[in-house]
């Protein structure tokens, strides 16, 4: 199947800081890439959906200004989480669609705000 | 709505035999694709099966099949001959077109295969 990584694979930082996680598809070219948040034991709630060269479209409840997604290119989206807080530590995941019907998922970050 | 139930939190299975995970959604649209995603302890998401809508044949891949009922808007999961290594949380899921292909998740089922 298609490549998806993402980096890094864990990352803490201090609380106040801001914090850039990279989603690259490695062998196919995204038409769309979405990002996800998972807490423990639960299911993968969509924070936005993001498009080659336009501006990501954000779920309701989801901080624009706080997670700002950035899809420059057709192979790379970035989540940066900016003035991070204890309460955005969590499990993001990044996931990638082909011209296909796959949506391909990197390995996700676990972020920890300290 | 963009909705997509699965019923079952939890389920067990002896090892070798087959068990079935339940998944139902919402849509009003006609075309539209549905997957099964396993994430195991890594948390790794892994693309089990997919099914376009407009294809009435089942997807089969190995040991897993799908049922899928359009009309119920059912799509159901079966593993055949279970494996350990088949432990995991399975994920049903649902690309929305009509909502900017976004990809939307039911809330999982825990499945443990023992020996």
């Known amino acids: 199947g298609a490549v998806v990584s993402q980096h890094p694979s864990r990352v803490i930082c201090k609380s106040g800081t801001s914090v850039k996680i990279e989603c690259r598809s490695l062998?196919?070219?995204?038409?769309?890439m979405f990002w996800y948040r998972q807490f423990p034991k639960q299911s993968l709630m969509l924070m936005a959906t993001?498009?080659?060269?336009?501006?990501?479209?954000?779920e309701q409840g989801v901080e624009k200004d706080k997670f700002l997604i950035n899809h420059a290119s057709l192979t790379l989206s970035t989540l940066t989480v900016t003035s991070a807080h204890p309460e955005d530590s969590s499990f993001y995941i990044c996931?990638?669609?082909?011209?296909?019907?796959?949506?391909?998922f990197g390995q996700g970050t676990r972020l920890t705000v300290v | 709505a963009q909705t997509v139930t699965q019923s079952q939190p939890e389920m067990s299975v002896q090892e070798a035999e087959t068990v079935t995970l339940s998944c139902t959604y919402d849509?009003?649209?006609?075309?539209?694709?549905l997957f099964w995603y396993k994430q195991p302890p890594s948390r790794q998401m892994i693309l089990v099966i997919r099914?376009?809508?407009?294809?009435?044949q089942n997807a089969t891949e190995n040991r897993f099949s799908v049922n899928f009922q359009k009309a119920a808007k059912s799509f159901s999961l079966k593993i055949s001959d279970s494996q350990l290594g088949d432990t995991a949380m399975y994920f049903c899921?649902?690309?929305?077109?009509?909502?900017?292909?976004?990809?939307?998740f039911g809330a999982g089922t825990i499945l443990r295969v023992k020996s």
């Open positions: 996931s990638a669609r082909d011209m296909g019907t796959g949506a391909f």
């Open positions: 899921a649902f690309i929305y077109m009509e909502y900017g292909n976004k990809l939307v």
């Open positions: 099914q376009e809508a407009y294809k009435q």
């Open positions: 993001s498009n080659e060269g336009s501006k990501a479209t954000y």
């Open positions: 849509t009003s649209e006609n075309n539209y694709y």
């Open positions: 062998d196919f070219q995204a038409t769309t």
